[in-house]
């Protein structure tokens, strides 16, 4: 073994370490993207503080919690429009703000083999953030909304450092990341993204206390709606294909992607602006026409409280939504934003449900709101 990759093979004996470290040393430590390891309170409580000044904006007056907020299941709170508006209260982006609770349960992206039509192998995308998948992890996705023209609309990195410079936390950071670390823009950055990416990490973001999670403690029983809805989506309404929930994942989720078949939003700002706006979801971000019109499978925990629905914001109501995958091949109305791709397994499309199964339905998905 020549002197260069014993070294290399040290080096990544080391990282295996950290990396283990990471989980299994000091819980009261973590370990952040460039190996530095902080005080765990230290760095959730500067992400919190992060998380919510509305001085990193450009104007100031947006702060993540601005369309993550606490009181409406971390998004939106403002319903006025299928999309969020940005800092300068006339910039709108082409997506509804999903939740943020329960993101740290998004897995970073890897390929699956799973059982694909008449049971041979395909591999499939699982993971990733943002509707399409184009954030790895949590700290890359928290670096985008500073900097989007449509969100937060800083002009560079330095200009959100300067902002934490003027903060009243600055102290806090310099105290936790080193004396004189805001002089130093990229790794700033870096520690800003790790900061907020901890604070999404922690029990406030996944508390686990729906009414849902009190019936499996035993602590609650479901009226006899909400029973029946649950064998509904875990039965002939057929949810449970996608919005998984077992002992591997509890937020409704298997994290694939598919085009379910939304149609266009023409509330749709960039749909006024231009008709044949079409947003391809995971295809813009591989380059692959068979991915256009897939959207990662969303969590769907809160999901009563963080209306409008889908990645355009289409429907405004859960009955909506149910009506949609009831009818899309029947009597809905509209066409699917893509054509190609479209996910035809299973009914759905054509499930059936009578008008008391899909307010079934609708019982049981209001028992994944959290209980503060
Ligand atoms: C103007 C509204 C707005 C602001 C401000 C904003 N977001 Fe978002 N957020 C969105 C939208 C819209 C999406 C979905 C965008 C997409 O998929 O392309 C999103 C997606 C996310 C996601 C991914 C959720 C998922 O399931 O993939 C997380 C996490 C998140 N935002 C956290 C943040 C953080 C942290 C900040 C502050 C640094 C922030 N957001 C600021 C609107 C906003
Ligand atoms: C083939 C997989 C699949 C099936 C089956 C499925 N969903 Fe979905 N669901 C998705 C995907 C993918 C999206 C995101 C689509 C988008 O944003 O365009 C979604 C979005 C949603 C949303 C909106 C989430 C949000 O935050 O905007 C709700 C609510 C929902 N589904 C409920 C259901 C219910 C109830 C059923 C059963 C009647 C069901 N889904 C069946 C894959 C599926």
């Known amino acids: 073994m020549s002197k260069t990759t014993r070294i290399n093979k040290l080096a990544y004996i080391m990282s295996l370490i950290l990396l283990g470290g990471c989980v299994a040393e000091d819980a009261n430590v973590t370990v952040v993207s460039d190996g530095t390891e902080v005080v765990t309170a230290d760095l959730e409580f500067l992400g919190e503080r992060l998380f919510n000044d509305t001085n990193l904006s450009s104007p100031t007056g947006q702060s993540c919690a601005s369309c993550h907020n606490e009181t409406t299941g971390f998004d939106d709170p403002n319903n006025s429009q299928p999309t969020s508006l940005g800092a300068d209260g006339i910039s709108v982006g ?125 602590t609650a029983i479901f009226t006899e709606a909400e029973a029946r809805g649950q064998d509904l989506f875990n039965g002939k309404a057929q949810c449970n294909r996608c919005h998984v929930s077992n002992a591997e994942t509890v937020v409704f989720s298997e994290f694939e992607y598919h085009n379910i078949g939304v149609p266009s939003n023409m509330l749709l700002a960039a749909f006024i602006a231009d008709p044949g706006f079409i947003d391809n979801g995971l295809g813009d971000v591989t380059g692959d026409v068979r991915d256009n019109g897939r959207f990662r499978t969303p969590n769907l925990r809160n999901i009563a409280i963080t209306a409008p629905y889908m990645h355009n914001g289409i429907f405004t109501s859960l009955t909506d939504v149910i009506q949609f995958y009831n009818t899309r091949d029947t009597t809905f109305p509209q066409p699917p934003e893509v054509m190609q791709n479209l996910d035809q397994g299973g009914d759905i499309g054509e499930l059936n449900l009578t008008v008391n199964e899909v307010a079934d339905v609708v019982a049981f998905l209001e028992t994944l709101t959290d209980v503060p």
């Open 94 to 218: 082409t997506r509804n703000s999903p939740t943020a609770s329960y993101a740290a349960h998004t897995p970073e992206p890897s390929t699956v083999t799973r059982a694909g039509p008449g049971g041979a192998p395909v591999q499939v995308l699982i993971g990733g953030l943002f509707l399409d998948g184009r954030a790895a992890t949590l700290e890359e996705q928290a670096k985008g909304p500073f900097l989007n023209p449509a969100e937060m609309a800083n002009a560079s990195e330095a200009d959100v450092i300067e902002s934490i410079r003027a903060s009243d936390y600055a102290e806090d950071f310099e105290l936790l990341f080193g004396e004189g670390i805001l002089d130093e823009v990229d790794r700033s950055y870096d520690y800003v993204a790790d900061s907020i990416a901890a604070f999404e990490r922690t029990a406030l973001f996944s508390p686990f206390t729906a009414k849902f999670d009190q019936v499996a403690e035993n």
